[in-house]
Structures are given as structure tokens and as C-alpha cells.
């Protein structure tokens, strides 16, 4: 009842609008009207689950980079099409031989408690803080073979060995940029300044309810002059899936990210007047989802029996039935938004007569009750569409002959057991971060098969020439060269199948119309927001 | 001694080791279920290395051995400290204290509508057996105790939030509505009303079905016959006579559910986004923040001990038949 009524008064706005305007003969759009940002306004999005604080070098949990996104800053953000951009440093360059990166830094930033941001602030994350608490960020940062700064507004960063993914590394997740007057000589983890963060940001922290909101207030002092818009921004806590869908619907919220809303009721939510679904703004990270198959667990080691798995499973059906059609069907280990994507690969189109084949060929014949082999599967413990996957996983291998039994965990139960490869099949999904260097190598090299670490080689998938073309194509300065590397590496892996790839997941951003220029780069709602407005009512 | 103040002093005895039994079995128990918080962490970051994972065991005090870890919690226990939350950077009898107002206010105003709307719909039903109007109380209890809290909960919301507008549908206050006084109190009465409804309705068909059972038990007795024999008015003989005693099952029941009334209910907190302590546990098993998990089960341990010593007391109160032993 009460849609018609609000969409009646802003028809009854926009045409306002448009008569007011000096010419009779413009459009009657108020689109037109509204694309000038606006001042002021309150933004309230779903935050979940909450986040254990807001220490953005601490803790790199999805939802505390989407709020303390907004606090801190990094050097860099990145376009759509991954190619980096200014924050707090507003030009760089990279030597020819790919080993020095410079970096200039804007002028006039001050930390929120007003102490000036400078060089120094940068040289302490990238060489004490982030190396100490930041699994990604000491990674890379251990390919330093110095880091300087010259003068306030410049650092230096020289590499032992090129690394052309290092430019890929900049933005807010990867190395935030935390203040040297804060924590400087004091125990980082118990920071008695952990529980007010201290950024350059647009927005400044003020309040955490926990279990309630998170309230962030405009930084009056932000460094681009007339930013941000918006005076201030609750991120609600809504712990259960259905209620957050309500309250998108209801308008008690503004923003939903990631998975917050189930794929089941992101089309109905569409289709609601007042609401709009964004898909872009995951470019960056780039999440590739697949079947996790243990190699030392019989017949798992045996690649047809894992070739057989993809032709067996109809991942169309799981895209278009499963997740609501977010997605798109994995060709490979590397993402189509991530760089140096080659599409030209092996393909495993939906096709059970070749599974069956290849079954057959291994020497496994189906018995009285038609099961060739039994294998165990552990699904993610993340809601239910992870559930839906498994049941069709059943159904679908249970055709060709192959029994699943499904298992089940909570989230740090399947954490221990896969870490610590008790598993045999599984699903997971793990980000790029834009450059296969990064996010890709670490599950396919050998040297990263390391016991009780997530995210690592978990499979046991060992491949002489594929540890080669990793580590030459990481060092390639000549990005023809480096995408010759990546193209044989794409199809040598998609021939081995280690994991059986499903889908590169798409995740729904659902927004108010209301809201503009929220997700306007790769790192989508964990952008600052210094440019996102809100039209009033 | 007077019997009461050895009855008391026995009862505390017994307590106090229990107590120490259940937070040894708590402790293990906790520590049985697979992985830990720096697990969960490591698999939150989305990346992690051996290093990360050992720097977050070694400030969880993870990298102890296990009774090592046992007489440092029982230590603190016994000096009244519940532990500090490493994931959450705070104490954790402040996480408990911030979370206690929400979970009370909502646990105990649906416990005292579930009490006395079940007690005397149950009367109700009961004195009028076999009419239009046991029939009514009879299928809605029903209905109400068998249909799953979370859909209720859901329900209530779609036709009162979403469809009407009359109640807001999640949280505890107005977020940013800077009220004070009667306003606020208002703001937090209007949101109070669904989750207190929904979490109250099941309760009140659980104890509207046992009281209309043991009503009908108590009014075939012979002394309820005889009082009417007597020329009791109808009136007298329900409160002196039958509900007295009928309502004798109902206070076990109550006193049981009262003792758990502090660890909220996960269902509803969830679905309304009821920043409680049900939720807080909640999070705190998926996480595996032993430190949290460690001090919601002893509090909730000492009110549910709490409770049965007052219970029985009540019992005294209400049934003079009834006499305090040790």
C-alpha cells in the first residue's frame, strides 16, 4: 500500500523539478536533476556479520574492511578494470627495470585526532605494523629490499627482484595505512587506542552498540575539499538473512553487501521500485568458488576421476538454480575479471556420458546398487545456499555412479579440517586480489602446501611446470611475456583439474535508489564513500 | 539453628559444588568442539600464514597446554573474574553487563505475560470444559506452542511492519533518534512488543496446556467437591482451592525456564536483531570465543542454581503441606 504513495509524490517531485528548470523544451527527468551530488543525509546499511573491531591493520574480516574503509585510507584504490588510481598518494612511478616505485603523497591530510599525515605514517605501516599483524602485507612486503622516505610527501619502495603484481597491492585491505603517532613503540594488539580508530578517512568513528550499530560521522577536515556528502552512516547489525531482506524492503536500511541477502531473494528484492541491484564492485577481489578435492585420498589423486567430476556436474543448473543466476561459469583457476584471464582452455561442458567414460576407463565399475565410489563431502558452513550445492553435488555425482556422503560442520569446525586436510571434498572460495601472483599461485604451488594453514595448497596438487611458470611468470616485467606465461599456465591446470572451479561469484550490492556513486570502483562498498550522495525523500 | 537458615546454608554448600563441577565439565566440553578462535580468524581473514596463526594462539594463551589453561580460567573464576575476549578486545563481564538490560527487559516481560496469560487462559479453559471457549484456547495454545518461533517472529513483522507500519521491525531503539525520558521509553516499548509477543506466545501455550490439565485434575478432587458442598461461592472455590493448588506443576516449570531467562533466546534475538545475550553466545560457539562462551554458561549456571533454592521456597509459600527438610 504504501509504494504507490511515495512513488506518487516523487512523480509529483521530478515533475516539479523539471518545470522549474529555464528551459520548457529539457526532458521531464528528474534523473537529470539529480545527478549533481547533494550535501547531507543519513546512510544506513546491513553490516554482517559483525565485526570483532575496527583496526583495519588488525583484522582484515570482510565486514570490518567495509566499515573502516571509510575511516582508513591506503595509497591506491583501483577502477573497475583494476588500474590503480589516487587516495593518499596522488601520483607514482615504476622504474623501467620494475625494481624502484615511487610515490607522492597528497598535501594537506590529517589524521582524524589532527595530527598531520606524512611520509613517516606510511614508512612505519609498510615496515613495523602491517609485516607484524598482516599475513598479506608481510608477504609482500618481504619482496622489499628497502623502503624509504626522502621527504614528508614521498616514499620510496626498491624491490629485491621485479614484481609487477606489486602495484596491485596498494589499496585498503591489502596495506592500510595505520599512524605512526598512535601506535609507534607501543604492543599493536592491545592498543589501549583499539577501540576508537584513528584514519585520515571521510568518516570518523563515534559510536559501536555492539550487537546494535556502528555509527560513522563525516570527517569536517577530510582532504578533499567539499567531501564527503553524506553527515553520517549506521551500519545496523541484522544478524538473520530473511530479516535482512525485510529490512531492505521496509527502507529501514539502505545497502546490502556481499551475501547478506540469500540468491533466493535478491530477484524479488529487484523487483521492488525503491531498490537497485549492483553487481559490480567485487572486481578486486574476485571470488572463484569451487569443489576443494583432496589428492591423497584414493581415487581422488587420479585426474580423470576429478575430470569426471566437472563433466558430471551441470554448473549452469548451479548458477541459474542455485545462486539465482549471480555468477558466471568458472573456465578456469583465474577469474575473468582478474588480469591476465585467457578464456582459451580446455572446456567441461555438462556431460555425464564423458564422466561415465572416464570412470569406466580408471577401472571403476559400478556395483549391485550402480556406485562406482563413495567420497566424502564437507560444505561450507556459510547459510543455505552452501547446502542446496552440496544436496545437488549428491545428486548429480549420485548419477554418474558416484556416492556422496555429506558431512557436516559449523565455520571453525571446517576451518580445522581442512586446514589440516581431514577432508575429501569440500567447497570453498577464495579471492584474487587482482593479479594471479597474489591470489591464484598460492593454491596451485607446491612450495605452498603447508599443513594448518587455510588457503594454501590443501590439496596436495603437485606439477613440476606449473611451480616453473608461476614463479617465472611472477618476475616477468614484459606483460606479453607474463600473459604467455599465464595462458599455458591456464590450460596446463585446467587439464590437471586439482579443483573442480564452479562459478566466479557474483555478489548483489542492493542499494535505495536513493543512493549514488556508492560502488564506483573494484573495491565496491569497501570504498570510502567520499562521493556517494543521497537524493532527499 | 532454624530449619529455614539450615535448609539455605546446605542448599549454598551443595551449590558451590555443583558450580565448581559444571564450570570444569563447561571447560572441556568447550574445548572439545573442533578448531579454535585463531582458526576461525585465520579462515575470516581469507588469507593467513603459519605466523598469523600462532602470533593470535600465543595472545589467545592458545599455545598452553590444556590444564594449564583449566587453572588460569578456575583461578580467575574464584576471584570473581570472567576472563578478558581477545576476539573483541574487551572484558567479559562488560560484554555481559552491555548485552544483560536488553536480554532482561525482553526475557522477563514475555515470561510474565507467558505466566499469566498461561495461568489463567488455562483456568479458563478449564472451568468451562468442553465449551466454545475451551475449544478457542485449546487449538491457539496448539497452534501457537507447535508453529517454529522464528516464522512467528516473521510473520508478526510482515503484517505489522512491512504491511501496516505500525511497529518498527528490528532493534532495540530508534537508532539516532536522540529520545530521553518517556520518549525513550516509548521508542523501546514500541520495538519490545513483536519479539515480546512471539517469545511469549510459545511459553504461554506451554503453560496454558499445563494448567488446564492440572486444573481439571485438581477440580474432580473430593475436597473441591466438598467445599462446594459447603456452600462456597464458584469464586472462592477457583482461587482458594483449585488454582492454589494447581498451580504447583507450573512453578517447576517456571522455575526452571526463569533460571534460563538470562541467556535470551537465540531465535528471537536473531530474527529481531535483539542485541541480547543470546545472540552474543550465539556468535561466541561459531567463533569459538571460549572466554565469552565460558562466562554466559557460569552466569546462567549460578541463576539457574539460583532459582531452584527459590523455587523451593516458593513451594513452602504456597503449599503449607509442603515442609523445608535438609
Redesign the interface.
Known sequence: ??HPIRFLRSLAVATALACTGTSLMAPPQAVAAEETPVHGG?L?AIIQ??P??LILGL????PTQTVAGKIYESLLTYNFDLSPRPSLAKSWEVSDDGLTYTFHLQEGVTWHDGEPFTSKDVLFSFTKFLPD?H??A??LMSRAESITAPDDRTVVITLKEPFPAFLQGFEMSTTPIMPAHIYEGTDY??NPN??TPIGTGPFMFDEW?????I?LVKNPNYWQEGKPYLD?I?F?????A??RA??L??G?VMQSQYNDIEPFDVQRLAALPHLQVIRKGYEFVAPLMWLEINHRVEPLGDKRFRQAILYALDREFIRDRIWFGLGRVATGPINSVTKYYDPNVPRYDYDPDKAIALLDEMGLEPDGDGVRATVKFLPLAYGETWQRLAEYVKQALGKVGVKVVLES?????????V?NWDYEITTDF??QYADPSIGVS?TYLSSNI?Q????TNTMGYKNPEVDRLFEEAAKEVDPEKRQDDYSQLQRLIVEDVPVAWLLEMEFPNILNTRVHDAITTAIGVNETYADTWISPE | MPPMLQFLLSRLVKAVLVLGVVVILNFLLIHAAPGDPATVMAGEAGAADQAFVDQLRTQFGLDQPLYVQLGTYVGHIVQGDLGFSFRQQRPVADLLLERLPATVVLTLSAFVLALVGGVALGLLAALNVGKWADSAITVVALLSYATPIYWVGLMLVLVFSVNLGWLPAFGYETIGAGYSGVEKLADIGSHMFLPVVTLGLFYMAVYTRMMRASALEVASMDFVKTARAKGQTEWNIVTRHVLRNAILPILTVAGIQAGQLIGGSILVESVFAWPGLGRLTFDAVLQRDYQVLLGVFFVTSVLVIAFNILTDLLYVLIDPRVEITT
Do not use: C
Open positions: 500500500m504504501k543519513t544506513t556479520p559483525e570483532p573491531m583484522n582484515q574480516q570482510a599483524t599475513p598479506r608481510r608477504a594488539q592491545n583499539n577501540n552498540v555492539k550487537g546494535s550499530y555509527h553520517d549506521y545496523k547489525v541484522i544478524p538473520d530473511a530479516s525485510l529490512a524492503e521496509n529501514e560442520t559449523d565455520a571453525a569446525g571446517w576451518g580445522k579440517r586446514a577464495l579471492y598460492r603447508r594448518g594453514v587455510l588457503f
